[in-house]
T-cell receptor, first 114, second 115 residues
Framework: AQSVTQLGSHVSVSEGALVLLRCNYS??????LFWYVQYPNQGLQLLLK??????LVKGINGFEAEFKKSETSFHLTKPSAHMSDAAEYFC????????????FGKGTMLLVSP | DSGVTQTPKHLITATGQRVTLRCSPR?????VYWYQQSLDQGLQFLIQ???????AKGNILERFSAQQFPDLHSELNLSSLELGDSALYFC??????????????FGEGSRLTVL
């Protein structure tokens, strides 16, 4: 079975500050890992994904994440927060072994203050 | 715009009733996924269809059922509704059979309120 744990249901940062959203995964097989973003009243959209190529993955809107197998982590970062980054962020895991479904974490709401 | 269309956007009904949620996937996508999003449970995978056939089942209640039609649109049927079924129901689609590539395209959801 696979699962992800997102630490912190809410994270608050000031505009221009570093954004760090934490995600730890559990998987019995090599995982594929993803971050999705959900803006208010919208569906989820893919931010970035790790599929066993480079461990540092760059996504849209200046976000990136690093896969660390030893720490079973896939934290999402952005050097400088913008007001438009305020949204809910979901970490998700699937398996690279044949067919798999996508399992989401409970989400982290990012609040950005001026 | 993800290209995935869900109707209705909002639905209010009473306990014990039955509703049908509809999803049209992106053009060319063969897989359709249904997810339930609630405050207490988060985003829960319900069921997946690929080209008309059920491929995977998650935490879907027996009161719920789904199908995918030959034109690839999908319907999620919720019956004997309870207050706890109030949630946002998302449909997503992808080109292939599995979620390995991870890029699921989500609709904007159908918000169900059971009174």
């Amino acid at each position: 079975a696979q699962s992800v744990t997102q630490l912190g249901s809410h994270v608050s940062v000031s505009e221009g500050a570093l954004v760090l959203l934490r995600c730890n995964y559990s998987s019995s097989v090599p995982p594929y890992l993803f971050w999705y973003v959900q803006y208010p009243n919208q569906g989820l959209q893919l931010l970035l994904k790790y599929t066993s190529a480079a461990t540092l993955v760059k996504g849209i809107n200046g976000f990136e994440a690093e896969f660390k197998k030893s720490e079973t982590s896939f934290h999402l970062t952005k050097p400088s927060a913008h007001m438009s980054d305020a949204a809910e962020y979901f970490c998700a895991v699937s398996s690279n072994s044949g067919y798999s479904t996508l399992t989401f974490g409970k989400g982290t709401m990012l609040l950005v203050s001026p | 715009d993800s290209g995935v269309t869900q109707t209705p956007k909002h639905l209010i009904t009473a306990t014990g009733q039955r509703v049908t949620l509809r999803c049209s996937p992106r053009s060319g996508d063969l897989s359709v996924y249904w997810y339930q999003q609630s405050l207490d449970q988060g985003l829960q995978f319900l069921i997946q269809y690929y080209n008309g056939e059920e491929r995977a089942k998650g935490n879907i209640l027996e009161r719920f059922s789904a199908q995918q039609f030959p034109d690839l649109h999908s319907e999620l049927n919720l019956s004997s509704l309870e207050l706890g079924d109030s949630a946002l129901y998302f449909c997503a689609s992808s080109p292939g059979t599995g979620a390995n590539t991870g890029e699921l395209f989500f609709g904007e959801g159908s918000r169900l309120t059971v009174l």
